[in-house]
């Protein structure tokens, strides 16, 4: 299903390709919608397609990944496309991103910052269970893998 809502938005969108651009250009759009620049933490990515025109993005990557994010306690696990749209502060209808609790692993579909100060970052399953946590435990980590 990601594969099939990439390529009805791929029209009029901006791709990159290779690694290191991926990257950059990933981090470029979480900063540009105020979102933690650690949130991706993917290095081996392929491509990156961003659609302004549908708030639109995705990110495909070889194989998928599983990161700690140590300061929550939490291990989180990218697909090899990972979809969402785009707004200040929000990633909504997330595809391909889950979070591991307790002993099962979570769909994401809703990641957002909503209190004024922007120090909470909430996360939010299709039903309808959210979790908050600090924006600061997202953070780019550069030496981590």
Not at 19 to 29: H, R, T
Not at 109 to 118: E, L, P, S
Not at 125 to 130: E, F, N, Q, V
């Amino acid at each position: 299903m990601a594969t099939q809502l990439i390529e009805s938005n791929r029209d009029g969108a901006e791709v990159y390709h290779g690694a290191d651009l991926c990257k950059k250009k990933c981090i470029e759009v979480l900063e540009e919608m105020h979102l933690p620049r650690g949130l991706l933490p993917l290095n081996n990515l392929e491509e990156v397609g961003r659609n302004k025109a549908t708030g639109f993005v995705w990110l495909r990557q070889p194989k998928s990944v599983k990161h700690d994010f140590d300061k929550i306690g939490r291990p989180v696990s990218y697909a090899t496309e990972v979809t969402a749209f785009l707004e200040d502060r929000r990633m909504k209808r997330v595809s391909g991103v889950k979070s591991k609790e307790m002993l099962i692993w979570v769909s994401l579909c809703d990641i957002f910052i909503n209190d004024a100060d922007g120090d909470k970052i909430t996360f939010k399953t299709p039903t309808g269970l959210s979790r908050s946590f600090p924006v600061s435990a997202f953070e780019l980590e550069e030496t981590k893998n």
